[in-house]
């Protein structure tokens, strides 16, 4: 009895690593479940097989799914040196810059937004137009905002130094708009971001032009009426006061008219009616102020006066109306 267990333990030593891996990789894949549309069910994802490039990639994922983000970035660094030459290349791009997003959006400084941009521009550029493509453009969205909206630095100097990333924020989102998806939803969700950005930061001239463009661009979409709005408040805030050009008021005027035949319900709701009547009575403060200064002009001005020249004395010339001279 004793020598069939001695048998048997040495038997199994030798396997030990490689069950442990396999142990590993079926506990990594026990709850991935992939749906299966002809039979309308779930169907488990065979573990993945270490040594391959969809197996290495898959583990990585699953790093990824667990959160281990520090182990999932290692993972995917090594696919890359590995797999130079692979057809899986797209998916681990995305998937190592959703490592990177996933990392930094659990805690700071933890991940780097910008390699994760580059590897989605990768993608953009070699594979424009697939499921990823679409997905990666979505993820630049979110990159995007996290460096504008949740204070995320990026790494300069050679990754010396964190500082803001809102120039690379705002250039995320041109791109979106003009190069990778004009025209489209994305697009326009991008515009929405870039404008309430400038907005909320006080930069109300970019924040009317973004907002304009929104209007103009998608007049059926649905950021039309807020765009529309803050429009008029982007102009109206640009107005120094009476002393100044009259532009920003009457456009703030034009705007919120706009707005009020459009949406009256929500107009009295924003207190558009009120804003007009003070728009109104700035313009005739104005008028007011321009005629003080005139009559103030006139009264200060001196008459005008005439200045005698004295010419030297010269002959008259025999003419018309000059004496004869025999």
Request: glycine share 4%.
């Amino acid at each position: 009895m004793g020598r069939t267990l001695f048998t048997v333990l040495i038997f199994i030593a030798p396997m030990a690593p490689a069950v442990a891996h396999a142990q590993a990789a079926d506990e990594t894949y026990f709850e991935r479940l992939e749906f299966d549309p002809n039979s309308g069910e779930w169907k488990a994802i065979a573990p993945p097989i270490p040594g391959t490039a969809a197996g290495d990639l898959a583990l990585a994922r699953s790093l990824l799914a667990r959160g281990e983000f520090e182990a999932a970035r290692k993972a995917f660094e090594n696919w890359f040196k590995v797999y130079t030459d692979s057809g899986l290349r797209s998916e681990a791009l995305f998937y190592a810059a959703e490592t990177e997003v996933s990392s930094e959006d659990a805690k700071r400084k933890s991940g780097t937004l910008i390699k994760a941009y580059e590897w989605l521009e990768e993608l953009l550029e070699a594979w424009p137009g697939t499921e990823l493509a679409d997905r990666a453009m979505r993820k630049e969205l979110i990159i995007a905002e996290m460096l504008l909206f949740k204070d995320r630095k990026v790494k300069k100097w050679k990754g010396m130094i964190w500082l803001n990333g809102e120039e690379e924020a705002i250039e995320m989102l041109n791109r979106l708009t003009d190069y990778w998806a004009p025209n489209s939803p994305l697009a326009e969700q991008a515009l929405r971001v870039k404008a309430d950005y400038h907005f909320i930061n006080g930069e109300y001239e970019e924040a009317e032009l973004a907002y304009s463009r929104l209007m103009r661009e998608y007049p059926r979409g649905k950021y039309h009426k807020v765009a529309m709005l803050r429009s008029g408040q982007s102009a109206l805030a640009r107005f120094p006061g009476v002393e100044f050009d009259d532009a920003d008021l009457l456009e703030a005027e034009v705007y919120f008219q706009d707005f009020q035949r459009a949406y009256p319900e929500q107009a009295a709701e924003y207190q558009i009616p009120q804003t007009l009547d003070r728009i109104t009575e700035s313009l005739a403060h104005k008028e007011y102020t321009i005629a003080r200064f005139m009559s103030a002009f006139a009264r200060s001005t001196p008459p005008p006066f005439t200045i005698a020249i004295s010419l030297p004395h010269s002959p008259a010339r025999p003419g018309r109306h000059s004496p004869r001279v025999d």
